[in-house]
């Protein structure tokens, strides 16, 4: 089946510090997936923070942003400086551009700010 | 205002037990998912529903039965419950195909 992996957790970034998580995916499929990001905040639920259902395409939100590789099946997150708010679980996942087909997610990568 | 809400936020069951995890979504869309996160582990699809029928059931065990009253309600069912059966479990919603919005989860305890 479909199978998204990305950068094992934790991650500790400086305030200000860059940052780049990892996400890579395989699917069954010869047609391209829609990818995505979300993020949980603490106490809170998953949020969607970004999209791109083309591939070749960048998505950017908030300050972050993904550029979807179809050649090297990658969807990495980057984000040029970080704030301590920043501070999550950060969820790659993909879907298909069929009726009400799920979710596949990688196990998220829990993000720390430090001061 | 939260438009997905799912109910209780926090539940502890014993072994063997009943649940019900409630679910309501206020965003008007006619497609409505079940999903659970074990701990280690990444968010699994368990259904989907659209107007109140199931489109997609990846969920092995007939413990558990999604239950739908109205159109922007789906329920989880949970018989027999197991320790293993503890996890966050959300609840999401869309509007036809892709982009799914969650709700916070509920996190259920089997002790």
Known sequence: GDSVTQTEG?????????????????????AYPNLFWYVRYPGE???????VITAGQKGSSRGFEATYNKETTSFHLQKASVQESDSAVYYCAL???????KL??????????VP | DPKIIQKPKYLVA????????????????????????SAKKPLEFMFSYSYQKLMDNQTASSRFQPQSSKK?????????????D????FCASSQDTY?????????LTVL
């Open chain 1, 10 to 30: 934790p991650v500790t970034v400086s305030e200000s510090e860059s940052l780049i998580i990892n996400c890579t995916y395989s699917a069954t499929s010869i």
């Open chain 1, 45 to 51: 639920g998953l949020q969607l923070l970004l999209k």
């Open chain 1, 95 to 101: 879907g298909w551009p069929s009726s009400f087909s």
């Open chain 1, 104 to 113: 596949v997610f990688g196990q998220g990568t829990s993000l720390s700010v």
């Open chain 2, 14 to 37: 014993v072994t063997g037990s009943e649940k019900i995890l409630i679910c309501e979504q206020y965003l008007g869309h006619n497609a409505m998912y079940w999903y659970r996160q």
């Open chain 2, 72 to 84: 922007n309600h789906l329920d989880l069912q949970i018989t027999a419950l197991k320790p293993d």
């Open chain 2, 86 to 89: 503890s996890a966050t479990y």
């Open chain 2, 99 to 107: 982009e799914q919005y969650f709700g916070p989860g509920t996190r």
